[in-house]
């Protein structure tokens, strides 16, 4: 099994910067894929960014050229890199991964940005 954790949260104002962290442990061989979500109050899970085991990535509409996601393969650490953040950036993000084709989930990081 895999266990995440998140880390990185916080307040910030708008036009900040924050990166977040998403440590792996266990069996955190054979990695398939990992992503970012959030959630926020009466909005349904987004899917913020991905990353392929080739090393592909994709972002959401709403964060393209504002966050950036990254894994250091060797750490079993994948990162989000918020820039530019805004009001409506304020969600809980989740650290998803599949490792051999399960999925697993972190319990998520809260970020606060305010105007």
């Known amino acids: 099994q895999v266990h995440l954790v998140e880390s990185g949260g916080g307040s910030v104002q708008a036009g900040g910067s924050l990166r977040l962290a998403c440590v792996a442990s266990?069996?955190?061989?054979?990695?398939?894929?990992g992503a970012w979500y959030r959630q926020a109050p009466g909005k349904e899970r987004e899917l913020v960014a991905s990353?392929?085991?080739?090393?592909?990535?994709g972002h959401s509409d709403s964060v393209k050229g504002r966050f950036t996601i990254s894994r250091d393969n060797m750490e079993n650490t994948m990162y989000l890199q918020m820039s530019n953040l805004r009001p409506d950036d304020t969600a809980v993000y989740l650290c998803?991964?599949?490792?051999?084709?399960?999925?697993?989930w972190g319990q998520g990081t809260q970020v606060t940005v305010s105007s």
């Open positions: 998803h991964a599949s490792y051999r084709w399960q999925n697993y």
């Open positions: 990353i392929l085991n080739n090393g592909n990535t």
């Open positions: 266990g069996d955190t061989f054979d990695f398939n894929y």
